[in-house]
Each structure stands twice: as C-alpha cells, then as structure tokens.
C-alpha cells in the first residue's frame, strides 16, 4: 500500500466528524476509502469536508484543534499503541 493521508468528513445525520484514509491520486487530491476508520459512516453519508488529504502529523493536529465534534475512535487510531 502506498502512502496514506487522511480526511474528516461530516455525518449527514449526526454532525460528528469522522476520519477516512485516503490514497493520493494526483496534487492536492485524493481518494478517501468507502467507510471511515471506526466504521461508523460512509463515504456516501457524508456533507462536507472538514479536512481532505493530510498526512497524518497534520491530521492529528486538526482534530485536536477541532475537539469533541471529531469521533473519538477515528482519531485514536492516529495515535501509537505502545506495548
């Protein structure tokens, strides 16, 4: 698998914002996967981006900025497991 980058969209239904890898395609875009991380949404379910396409230092950092509107679930997968 390639490089990985990472969106935050916006649930039609909920509101929360919920993370979806991404592969990049060409500059500035990219192809988000059809269910984010947690599994909770679709890529068809969502009404915006909040974010499209960062790596995952700068994802890690918006979500932070953002707070409690983004799943927690998604975003902790942004973060080492240490054994």
Known sequence: MGKI????KRDRET???HLFRA?????NKCKPEEESICGKM???ESIENKISCLPENEARLECA??????C???V?????TYK
Request: with cysteine.
């Open 23 to 27: 592969v990049p395609t060409e500059e």
């Open 5 to 8: 980058v990472y969106s935050l």
């Open 65 to 70: 900025k953002i707070g409690r509107q983004v």
């Open 42 to 44: 679709q890529k068809s």
């Open 76 to 80: 902790s997968n942004l973060y080492s």
């Open 72 to 74: 927690g679930t998604c």
């Open 15 to 17: 509101e929360e914002l």
